[in-house]
């Protein structure tokens, strides 16, 4: 199999399981528990909870450990906009973000009476700094926009961003950094909140988190017996949260490697691609090199991309949160493409696995199915 799907999830470190299934048969008590066993885990939990920091360097930031970045979306858009709206009740987001944080957006406007404003992006799915700083108001509370793109890999300006937001004291600025953390260098310490998810570089589904800066008030939206600072009660899947202390760490530390390993294979798809005339490229050239994201010009995506995995190469269209509906791109449609690219559009997402054979292989199969489809 020729896996090229992970923007969508990763396969697990082999390491990283080893690891979970001995931490798991070691230790099981409950870190909430006050007898010793309990104390003991909880001593591993607070130790990874130091460790994200230090990977992060941060020095001013909380983490809750969450299911996932979807989770860790939602408690830093709704718990914070929640708890804030005394103070304003204006959100600004991109018209680009993934499902997770525009539809919290929207709830936000929809049932408790936001103001929200979408920024547009341009032809090459990039939001510009300077619509953000003209979107800002005396009661705006939130700024939500992510790293990178899901789909086509565009990466935003945020750092400019968060220059912009400090400027306003009722402001944080949130960033989806589910794509970019151990992919793309990044000075978190410049961003409020943040967010990462284990099963995006190789480590365990169900496992995240929220990185936000101390000081910051949010509401929990589960209440109980106030676990994770009173904002994440239930009892505490520990050794999935301290697998993603050292799943991140093992991301951190090859970052620089995988992105040029990443540049060579994507740059190497992109340059053959090019030579194709049923093929459209949507992927910026100064965008993340683990995404590259193209669109058939005659051929239905979908017929293509079932086509391609029964020949075990497995590549998506849109977001997989969104993929099963069989809709358009609304990310592509944001940038400005007609119809036809927006419902034709195929995601290649590579790792630090793959290989420059597998993305030969690759394109012999999609030249051989798209010429098999009349």
């Known amino acids: 199999m020729i896996y090229l799907d992970n923007a969508a999830t990763t396969a697990v470190s082999k390491e990283i399981l080893a690891s979970y299934f001995a931490l798991l048969n070691d230790q099981f008590a409950n870190p909430s528990s006050i007898h010793k066993a309990g104390q003991d885990t909880f001593l591993l939990l607070s130790k990874a909870r130091e460790q994200v920091l230090k990977l992060f360097r941060l ?7 969450t299911s996932g970045a979807t989770e860790a979306i939602n408690l830093a858009i709704k718990g914070y906009a929640l708890a804030n709206s005394n103070r304003g009740k204006h959100l600004i987001t991109s018209s680009v973000e993934h499902p997770a944080v525009l539809n ?8 408790f009476g936001f103001d ?3 920024v547009p992006v341009d032809a090459n799915g990039v939001i510009h700094s300077e619509l953000v700083e003209k979107a800002m108001r005396d009661d705006t509370i939130m700024v939500a926009i992510m790293h990178v793109n899901n789909e086509t890999g565009a990466i935003m ?5 968060a220059k ?6 009722k402001a944080v600025f949130f960033s989806d950094t589910t794509q970019s953390i151990g992919k793309i260098e990044t000075k978190f310490e410049d961003i409020d909140m943040f967010v990462v998810s284990a099963h995006k570089i190789n480590g365990l589904k169900g496992s995240g988190a929220l990185l936000m800066r101390k000081g910051i008030r949010i509401i929990p939206l589960a209440s109980g017996g106030g676990q994770e600072n009173n904002l994440r009660s239930g009892t505490s899947d520990f050794p999935v949260h301290v697998m993603l202390a050292k799943t991140i760490r093992m991301a ?3 970052n620089s490697e995988h992105n040029a390993h990443a540049r060579m294979l994507t740059d190497y ?11 459209e490229i949507n992927s910026p050239l100064n965008g993340s090199p683990f995404i590259l994201n193209f669109s058939l010009k005659t051929k239905k995506a979908s017929v293509v991309i079932e086509a391609l995995s029964l020949n075990q190469a497995m590549v998506s269209s849109i977001s997989a949160c969104s993929s099963n509906k069989f809709i358009g791109s609304s990310v592509l449609s944001a940038m400005g493409k007609n119809k036809t690219i927006c419902n034709n559009s195929i995601r290649v997402s590579v790792c630090s696995e793959n290989t420059l054979d597998e993305m030969k292989t690759f394109l012999t199969i999609l030249e051989q199915t798209i010429e098999s489809i009349r």
């Open 104 to 111: 919290a957006m929207v709830q936000l406007r929809d049932l």
């Open 116 to 118: 929200l404003t979408i």
């Open 269 to 279: 798809l992109r340059d053959e691609l090019l030579q194709n005339g049923e093929v």
């Open 164 to 169: 912009i937001v400090r400027k306003h004291p």
């Open 252 to 254: 951190l530390e090859k």
């Open 157 to 161: 300006p945020i750092e400019e961003v």
């Open 59 to 65: 020095k001013e930031h909380d983490v809750i450990f």
